[in-house]
C-alpha cells in the first residue's frame, strides 16, 4: 500500500466513520495473534492477519528481509505498527479539543556484530521496504546471507488485553458522557473548586514483528487514558493537582468506582494543599507510600538495571551483578503479564514473548533486563524487555512493570517506627542521572511524621539522593503492594514507552529533603 493510498483510505473511513472510528470493518472483539483482522475474521485463514488490509503478505516480507541481509548481516527483522490514537479534551464544561491521529510504517533493523542498521518506511510498497532494508543492510560489507524460505507464524500468545468492545467501534458521544459526569462531580465534590480540566485518549492498532529466522508474530495492542486536573481557590490562594488512570484496557475499564476515584483523588489531593507547609530540611527518614511512589525505584533503580547501561560499563550496577546490593526481604521485579495494565504486553518489540523478570531476590542482583542483543553478550535469553515507541526506532531494553514485592512489615508499623521524617504520596516530575543513579525528586503531596504519626500535610518538597545508596538504605517493606494505574511514560534516549510501577510502603532510613531551613 502507497503512502497516498493509505492517506486515502483513512480519509474515506473518517468521512464514513467519524474520528472514533478508522478500522469500521475491524471485529469488535480483540483477541491477541495472527488470527484474522483485529483478532478474529469470518474470511479464509491467512498467515498474515490484520496487516492484509495493507497490503502485506509473505512475499513482501521474504523479499524484504533477502534485501536487508543483502550484505552479510547476521539477524534482520521487520517491525511493522499501525495505531490510530484519538483524543478529546474538556475545559470550562465544553470540548475544547478533538483529534485523531493515524501511523503506518515499517522499520527494518540489520544486526552485525556488535553494530546496528536501522531504517523505515512509511510506504508499505516493494520498493519503498526494499530501499529501507538496503540502507539498514549497509551496516555490514559482506556477502550476502540469504533470507528464510518459509516465514513460522506463533499463535501461542497470551491473552493479556482481550476487550469486549474495541476502540475501534466506541464512537466520541459514548466518551463524552464520561467527561460531562466527571465535571459536574468535581465541582460538587468541593465549593473551592474553581476550574475542571479533562483528557481523554484510546488507540487501536497492531503490530506485526518478521525476522530472518522466520519467526512472525502479529498482536492487536489497545491503550486508552484519562485525567483529572483541578484548580481549587480560598482566601485568595490558588492551587491546582492532577490525578489520572490508564491502562491497556476498552471503554468497560471506566466503571463507576473507577471514576469515582478519580474525581476524590484530584480534588483531595489539591484541596490538601491549602493546608500544607514546607517540612524542616535535612537528612530525615522517609516513608513512600504503597503505589505511584514506584516512580522513584523506577527511575532512580530500575534504569540502572537494563542491560545495555550495564553492558557499556555506564551503570553503578556493571559490576553488582550475582552481589548483594539490599536487604534480604528487598525483592524487585519487571513484570509484563499484569492483565490489562498499562505496561503489559504480549509480545515485546522484538518477537519475544515476556515473563515476570525477578531483578533482585533476597537483596542479590540477579539479572539485567535484555533485549536480544545484550542477551547474546551476556549468553542468556531475552527477557522481553526489547521495546521501541514506533517503527521509527530501534528497540532498545526497557522496562515494562516494574515493583517491589510485598516485604515482612505492616503499614502501621512503618510509621510508628519514624520519630521525625517525611511520609511521600505524591510526585510529579524529577530528574536522575541514569549511570550514577543521582536524583532529585519533587514530592506534591506528603505528610510530617512526628512521634509515629502523620501529621500536617507538607508540599514544595525536593528530596535528592542516589538511588542505588537509597536501596541499600531500605530498611522496612511493608506488605500492602499497590500497582499503580497512571498513565507513566518511560523516556530513554528520545523515546517513550508505556509502563506501570508500584510499592508498597517503604521506609528509607535517610534522605536529603529540601525543605525551609530551620
Same mark, same amino acid.
Request: net charge neutral; with cysteine.
Given at each position: 500500500?502507497?503512502?497516498?493510498?493509505?492517506?486515502?483510505?483513512?480519509?474515506?473511513?473518517?468521512?464514513?466513520?467519524g474520528?472514533g472510528?478508522?478500522l +469500521?470493518?475491524?471485529?469488535?472483539?480483540?483477541?491477541?495473534?495472527?488470527g484474522?483482522?483485529?483478532?478474529?475474521?469470518?474470511?479464509?485463514?491467512?498467515?498474515?492477519?490484520?496487516?492484509?488490509?495493507?497490503?502485506?503478505d509473505?512475499?513482501?516480507?521474504r523479499?524484504?528481509?533477502?534485501?536487508?541481509?543483502?550484505?552479510?548481516?547476521?539477524?534482520?527483522?521487520l517491525?511493522?505498527?499501525?495505531?490510530? +490514537?484519538?483524543?478529546?479534551?474538556?475545559?470550562?464544561?465544553?470540548?475544547n479539543?478533538?483529534?485523531?491521529?493515524?501511523?503506518?510504517? %515499517?522499520? %527494518?533493523?540489520?544486526?552485525?556484530?556488535?553494530?546496528?542498521?536501522y531504517?523505515?518506511?512509511?510506504?508499505?510498497?516493494?520498493?519503498?521496504?526494499?530501499?529501507?532494508?538496503?540502507?539498514?543492510?549497509?551496516?555490514?560489507?559482506?556477502?550476502?546471507?540469504?533470507?528464510?524460505?518459509r516465514?513460522?507464524?506463533?499463535?501461542?500468545?497470551p491473552?493479556?488485553?482481550?476487550?469486549?468492545?474495541?476502540?475501534d467501534?466506541?464512537?466520541?458521544?459514548?466518551k463524552?458522557?464520561?467527561?460531562?459526569?466527571?465535571?459536574?462531580?468535581?465541582?460538587?465534590?468541593?465549593?473551592?473548586?474553581?476550574?475542571?480540566?479533562?483528557?481523554?485518549?484510546?488507540?487501536?492498532?497492531?503490530?506485526?514483528?518478521?525476522?530472518?529466522?522466520?519467526?512472525?508474530?502479529?498482536?492487536?495492542?489497545?491503550?486508552?487514558?484519562?485525567?483529572?486536573?483541578?484548580?481549587?481557590?480560598?482566601?485568595?490562594?490558588?492551587e491546582?493537582?492532577?490525578y489520572?488512570?490508564?491502562?491497556r484496557?476498552?471503554?468497560?475499564?471506566?466503571?463507576?468506582?473507577?471514576?469515582e476515584?478519580?474525581?476524590?483523588?484530584?480534588?483531595?489531593?489539591?484541596?490538601?494543599?491549602f493546608?500544607?507547609?514546607?517540612?524542616? @530540611?535535612?537528612?530525615?527518614?522517609?516513608?513512600?507510600? @504503597?503505589?505511584? +511512589?514506584?516512580?522513584?525505584?523506577?527511575?532512580?533503580?530500575?534504569?540502572?538495571?537494563?542491560?545495555d547501561?550495564?553492558?557499556?560499563?555506564?551503570?553503578?550496577?556493571?559490576?553488582?551483578?550475582n552481589?548483594l546490593?539490599?536487604?534480604?526481604?528487598?525483592?524487585? %521485579?519487571?513484570?509484563?503479564?499484569?492483565?490489562?495494565?498499562?505496561?503489559?504486553?504480549?509480545?515485546?518489540?522484538?518477537?519475544?514473548?515476556?515473563?515476570?523478570?525477578?531483578?533482585v531476590?533476597?537483596?542479590?542482583?540477579?539479572?539485567?533486563?535484555?533485549? +536480544?542483543?545484550?542477551?547474546?553478550?551476556?549468553?542468556?535469553?531475552?527477557?522481553?524487555?526489547?521495546?521501541?515507541e514506533?517503527?521509527?526506532?530501534?528497540?532498545?531494553?526497557?522496562?515494562?512493570?516494574?515493583?517491589?514485592?510485598?516485604?515482612?512489615?505492616?503499614?502501621?508499623?512503618?510509621?510508628?517506627?519514624?520519630?521525625?521524617g517525611?511520609?511521600?504520596?505524591?510526585?510529579?516530575?524529577?530528574?536522575?542521572?541514569?549511570?550514577?543513579?543521582?536524583?532529585?525528586?519533587?514530592?506534591?503531596?506528603g505528610?510530617?511524621?512526628?512521634?509515629?504519626?502523620?501529621?500536617?500535610?507538607?508540599?514544595?518538597?525536593n528530596?535528592?539522593?542516589?538511588?542505588?545508596?537509597v536501596?541499600?538504605?531500605?530498611?522496612?517493606?511493608g506488605?500492602?503492594?499497590?500497582?499503580?494505574?497512571?498513565?507513566?511514560?518511560?523516556?530513554?534516549?528520545?523515546?517513550?514507552?508505556?509502563?506501570?510501577?508500584?510499592?508498597?510502603t517503604?521506609? %528509607?532510613?535517610?534522605?536529603?529533603?529540601?525543605?525551609?531551613?530551620?
Open positions: 500500500m502507497t503512502r497516498r493510498d493509505f492517506v486515502g483510505y483513512g480519509t474515506t473511513a473518517l468521512a464514513m466513520a474520528a472510528e478508522l +469500521s470493518g475491524c471485529a469488535t472483539t480483540q483477541r491477541a495473534g495472527p484474522g483482522p483485529g483478532g478474529g475474521s469470518d474470511g479464509p485463514l491467512h498467515s498474515i492477519g490484520y496487516f492484509a488490509r495493507f497490503g502485506v509473505e512475499t513482501l516480507i523479499e524484504t528481509l533477502a534485501a536487508a541481509l543483502s550484505r552479510g548481516g547476521d539477524y534482520s527483522d517491525f511493522f505498527q499501525h495505531r490510530v +490514537s484519538t483524543s478529546m479534551a474538556l475545559e470550562d464544561g465544553a470540548v479539543k478533538a483529534f485523531t491521529t493515524v501511523e503506518l510504517g %515499517v522499520g %527494518v533493523r540489520v544486526v552485525k556484530g556488535d553494530q546496528t542498521g531504517a523505515y518506511t512509511e510506504e508499505l510498497t516493494l520498493e519503498a521496504m526494499r530501499s529501507a532494508a538496503r540502507t539498514a543492510a549497509a551496516i555490514a560489507d559482506g556477502p550476502s546471507r540469504p533470507g528464510p524460505q516465514l513460522h507464524i506463533y499463535k501461542e500468545l491473552q493479556r488485553y482481550v476487550l469486549k468492545l474495541g476502540w467501534a466506541v464512537r466520541p458521544e459514548q463524552l458522557p464520561i467527561l460531562e459526569g466527571l465535571n459536574t462531580a468535581a465541582f460538587k465534590a468541593d465549593p473551592r473548586v474553581s476550574k475542571v480540566t479533562l483528557s481523554f485518549s484510546d488507540e487501536h492498532g497492531a503490530v506485526l514483528v518478521a525476522d530472518s529466522n522466520g519467526r512472525l508474530v502479529e498482536d492487536v495492542q489497545p491503550m486508552t487514558s484519562l485525567y483529572l486536573s483541578c484548580v481549587a481557590e480560598q482566601n485568595g490562594k490558588r491546582q493537582n492532577t489520572g488512570v490508564a491502562g484496557a476498552g471503554l468497560d475499564f471506566y466503571s463507576p468506582e473507577r471514576l476515584r478519580v474525581v476524590r483523588e484530584a480534588v483531595s489531593r489539591t484541596t490538601i494543599l493546608e500544607a507547609t514546607q517540612p524542616p @530540611a535535612g537528612e530525615l527518614p522517609v516513608v513512600l507510600a @504503597a503505589g505511584s +511512589s514506584g516512580i522513584l525505584l523506577h527511575e532512580a533503580i530500575g534504569h540502572g538495571m537494563e542491560a547501561f550495564n553492558r557499556k560499563g555506564t551503570s553503578i550496577y556493571a559490576d553488582k551483578l552481589k546490593i539490599a536487604q534480604p526481604f528487598v525483592n524487585i %521485579v519487571d513484570d509484563g503479564t499484569n492483565e490489562y495494565a498499562r505496561g503489559a504486553i504480549n509480545v515485546d518489540d522484538e518477537g519475544n514473548v515476556p515473563g515476570k523478570t525477578m531483578l531476590e533476597n537483596g542479590v542482583l540477579t539479572t539485567y533486563l535484555h533485549d +536480544s542483543i545484550s542477551a547474546k553478550h551476556y549468553k542468556v535469553k531475552p527477557t522481553g524487555n526489547g521495546r521501541r514506533s517503527y521509527r526506532h530501534a528497540p532498545l531494553p526497557r522496562m515494562r512493570s516494574t515493583y517491589m514485592l510485598p516485604g515482612p512489615h505492616k503499614h502501621e508499623e512503618i510509621i510508628a517506627s519514624v520519630k521525625k517525611i511520609y511521600c504520596s505524591n510526585f510529579s516530575n524529577g530528574q536522575v542521572n541514569i549511570g550514577a543513579g543521582d536524583f532529585t525528586f519533587y514530592v506534591k503531596n505528610y510530617l511524621i512526628e512521634d509515629g504519626k502523620l501529621t500536617r500535610p507538607i508540599k514544595d518538597v528530596i535528592i539522593g542516589n538511588g542505588p545508596k536501596l541499600e538504605k531500605v530498611d522496612m517493606v506488605d500492602d503492594l499497590v500497582i499503580d494505574e497512571g498513565g507513566w511514560t518511560c523516556g530513554k534516549d528520545g523515546q517513550g514507552v508505556p509502563v506501570s510501577q508500584g510499592m508498597p517503604v521506609r %528509607v532510613a535517610s534522605i536529603t529533603v529540601g525543605g525551609r531551613n530551620a
